[in-house]
């Protein structure tokens, strides 16, 4: 399967000639690929960060790793929460809970996969390429895969795609702060 967010990086490993995302991508493909597939719940997926989904008989609240995406009511966040909604369509609605942790509001922090037939991808990777979320840089320690979305943000930004097409982008911390 292709995980293309983690085979695009290019680091040296120290020891070998191979690329050091090469080593990592088969230990992660084996672990990804281990991951039980969990179906998302219909109309849960209310903004572009958190969606519920059904594992293992039990429904959880997933709030996704490494990013925040732009509030409801804050410019991009419907369109961050529609991409969201088609971007899982097209996965059959069906993704790979990868749980890193559990947040102080009881819900599941997690990478989450969906393979809209070209392999298994990030959805935070997907979503940051498209321009539809910042990463969370304040909890990238806890992120497995934060190269890969730093990377595609970059490119996002760079090419002024969704929320980088704006001016002055604000970010949802900020936003959030602001509209106490």
Known sequence: MVLTQLKNQSTK???TDQPASAINTVVRQDSITSLPVCDVKPGSIYDGDTIRVFC??????IR??????PERK???????RDFLRTLLQRGGMKVRVDAVDTDRYGRTVAELWVDQGMGLELVQSKQA?????WGYEAYKSD???WEAIASTQADAQAQKVGIWASA?????WEWRKANK
Not at 129 to 133: E, I, P, R, Y
């Open 129 to 133: 390429s498209a321009g539809m979320v």
């Open 56 to 61: 293992n008989g039990q429904e959880k609240k």
């Open 143 to 145: 992120c497995k895969s």
């Open 74 to 80: 804050q410019e991009g966040g419907i369109e961050s």
């Open 168 to 172: 002055n982008p604000q970010p949802p």
């Open 13 to 15: 490993t120290s020891n």
């Open 64 to 69: 996704f790793a490494c990013i925040d995406a």
